[in-house]
């Protein structure tokens, strides 16, 4: 076993996070429910390992595609239920 010294020099330390962030990435420090993030982390733990932030990350970003699928799909949706009553309208003013 290793003896602690009397005295450490860390003057030649730096500051911040042992792991930078990759490109691309932001730190962000955010509050979840308890038992929001205990559903992640045994996700993970089914799936056998892995990062729940990982995972948290992957969930917000199915959901912001899911949101452009379903604004895409309103609007098809308005558009061809105009088109369908034009004609309607159309035909009850002759």
């Not at 450490?8 to 929001?36: A, C, H, M, W």
């Not at 892995?50 to 949706?77: C, F, K, P, W």
């Amino acid at each position: 076993m290793t003896e602690m010294k009397e005295e450490y020099d860390f003057s030649g330390g730096k500051r911040g996070p042992v792991e930078p962030t990759p490109q691309g990435k932001t730190r962000v420090t955010i509050r979840l429910d308890d038992d929001v993030l205990d559903w992640f982390r045994a996700k993970v733990h089914q799936a056998g390992g892995g990062n729940y932030q990982t995972l948290i990350n992957r969930a917000l970003r199915e959901h912001m595609q899911s949101e452009d699928l379903e604004e895409m799909l309103r609007r098809v949706l308005r558009e061809e239920f105009h088109e369908m009553a034009e004609p309607r309208k159309k035909s009850e003013t002759a």
